[in-house]
């Protein structure tokens, strides 16, 4: 059963004048040959009223049409234009709104943060194996049964920027085809791929199928504190995201990651805590006001000092601030 295509009203009024002006086009082209042939002298008088009654209104029934139709298609890409920008901002405000309830991750160690869906399984961190040049990777996932697109979620993998990773192209999402010519086009990938900067450097990369030195790929990446964070979409089928629908979610879910200051404790040392020292600021210092360093009679050469009071035949307590 063939279903009509419906059309709108405002599309209707298009036609009408559309088929309005092409009549009275027709019209002005058979009546100005008519008021332009020959005509002799006994017949000029009956004719010229006639022409100067009908020139104005054929003037203005052919420019009329035209200039309402320029007017009210003007009118209509504004309207189009206005929803667009609103739909927009109103999609965007229920987005943000919506993220605020998600769960909050926050990696110190890394220096990166965000919010995931509540319903959304436990990160995972997963450590380089055998040739594999990343520092560290994020498993982010969505439950089983949660089935809604080929999207099941996003890796985070993070890379040290150092003398074998120096930027985005030594990293292992993006990868050279296998081809025997060299080609001038992959040396400036950056630059073909839209590039912006916050308050670190952002980049969408996006390759076709169609490139001639890179394989297809989709994802975005970040740069700070001497690391690269690539975000990969991980879909059921292992294949790149191509719908625009599994694009846009990627697009929400990554879209509220925010680097920060990376903040490592230091580790605790292996030695003794002193037990004869003073702490003093949170620190552990020497008791003794005016501490004469000797040789010890009763220990062994190079035993740990304990009282943060070091000796010529100590070993410095890491516990202790000299």
Not at 146 to 169: A, C, E, P, V
Request: with cysteine; net charge positive.
């Amino acid at each position: 059963m063939s279903r009509k295509k419906k059309i709108a009203p405002a599309v209707k009024n298009n036609y009408a004048l559309f088929i309005t002006l092409f009549i009275t086009f027709l019209f002005a082209i058979k009546f100005s040959n008519y008021l332009g042939s020959d005509f002799n002298f006994k017949t000029s008088n009956k004719i010229q009223p006639i022409k100067l009654a009908f020139e104005k209104p054929i003037f203005y029934s052919i420019n009329f049409p035209v200039f309402y139709l320029d007017q009210n298609y003007d009118k209509q890409i504004e309207l189009e234009k206005e929803l667009r920008l609103k739909t927009k901002e109103k999609t965007s405000k229920y987005n943000q709104k919506k993220r605020q309830e998600w769960t909050f991750y926050n990696n110190k160690w890394f220096g990166f943060s965000l919010r995931y869906p509540n319903h959304w399984l436990k990160p995972q961190k997963k450590a380089p194996t055998q040739g594999q040049s990343f520092e560290a990777l994020y498993q982010f996932r969505k439950p089983i049964n949660d089935n809604n697109s080929r999207l099941i979620g996003y890796d985070i993998l993070i890379y040290r920027q150092n003398s074998k990773i120096s930027d985005l192209m030594d990293t292992q999402e993006i990868q050279k085809k296998n081809f025997e010519s060299k080609i001038k086009i992959c040396e400036d990938f950056l630059s073909l791929n839209d590039s912006w900067s916050t308050t670190y450097p952002r980049f969408l990369i996006e390759v076709e199928q169609e490139d001639p030195c890179y394989e297809k790929t989709h994802f975005v990446s970040y740069q700070k504190n001497k690391h690269i964070y690539n975000i990969i979409p991980v879909t059921a089928d292992n294949e790149v995201l191509t719908k625009e629908t599994e694009i846009n979610e990627y697009a929400l879910l990554t879209s509220n990651i925010n680097l920060t200051q990376i903040i490592r404790p230091k580790p605790k040392p292996k030695a003794p805590i002193p037990h004869g020292a003073k702490k003093v600021n949170g620190k552990y210092v020497c008791a003794k006001k005016n501490d004469k360093p000797s040789v010890s009679s009763q220990n062994k050469k190079g035993h740990m000092d304990m009282q943060c009071c070091l000796d010529p035949d100590e070993t410095p307590n890491p516990w202790c601030t000299y």
